[in-house]
């Protein structure tokens, strides 16, 4: 905790460049979003990527270690006045931070009441701040899960405050190998993201354990570290920088593969939905899809936005979500 906010003053204090890699190309929605956002907050974010997904009008958002809350800034003006977005960090600095901006954001959506609020506490523990059962649409995280020493007890409190058919969508550090003693103690190491990071492989049994479908990749990028002395403790394993999404989906919602047609108008996504590495919908466009996407289209808060039928003749040659 002493590492965020005390050693780290600003973004540029990072030794690394795990937490400045950007995740995919920013629509105007977001960009002209974040040009709102008050500069001490941007000033204190240390995530990597952005994890925007679409489709948020109204909904309720959780956010995993939302540090000054840049993010809950962000998606409080995507899912509008009759939305939510709940942010909650370890680190009581960044939370006051975060909290202290409350009045001039909301004033600057032209919003009568606050749609955001902001917790000191633990992902791993979401109950201990009153977070209920299948109470949000959406669970984000911008790189920390890889700070929690328990990344199971995360997927399995975010599964259990997600509403059926919700989604959990993060970005994180990922690794081509499970981690020495060495590196998991190294202090800078696990500061900037690295020591914590979870063997890409333990995230898809976690996720099958805890009860989520098998994870989508959305994008990844390598991480080049850039510094000798740290390049040295590592050795050989290797980093990556990865989005996913993780979706709650009830057993029998979708038989078997299918067909979908994107209606088309999600705000950023208007002709073109890149849903994950895997599927790219076009307004209009019948895709064939397998029994693991048409049940999270159906069961999730896109059914409203695709046709979905039965059947595909190439459906069951897919790979789906395999990463």
Known sequence: QDYYGKELQKTEDLRTNVCVTSARPLSKVVRD???????????????????????????????????SGRDCYLLSQLV????????????????????????????????????????????????????????????????????????????QEAFRVLKPGGEMYFSDVYTSQRLSETIQQHRVLWGECLAGALYWRDLYSIAEEVGFSPPCLVTASPITIGNKELEGIIGDCR???????????????????????????????????????????????????????????????FADEFLIRPGGANAAALQGCSC
């Open 33 to 67: 979003a974040l040009e709102r956002i008050h500069e001490e907050v941007v000033a204190r974010y240390y995530g990597c990527g952005l994890v925007v997904p679409e489709c948020l009008s109204s909904c309720r958002i959780l956010d995993l270690g939302c540090g």
């Open 80 to 155: 509008g006045e009759q939305g939510h977005v709940t942010g909650i960090d370890m680190t009581e600095g960044q939370i006051e931070v975060a909290k202290k901006h409350i009045a001039y954001h909301m004033d600057k959506f032209g919003y009568r009441k606050p749609n955001v609020e902001f917790f000191h506490g633990y992902m791993e523990k979401l109950g201990d701040a009153g977070l209920a059962d299948e109470s949000y649409d959406i669970i984000i995280s911008n790189c920390v899960i890889n700070l929690a020493p328990d990344k199971r007890a995360v997927l």
């Open 239 to 301: 980093f990556v920088s990865a989005t996913f999404r993780l979706f709650k989906v009830l057993g029998g919602s979708w038989a078997g593969p299918g067909q979908v047609i994107y209606n088309g108008g999600i705000v950023g996504h208007e002709r073109e939905l890149v849903f994950d590495a895997n599927f790219t919908f076009k307004e209009g466009e019948v895709v064939d899809v397998d029994a693991e996407m048409a049940a999270i289209l159906q069961s999730s808060r």
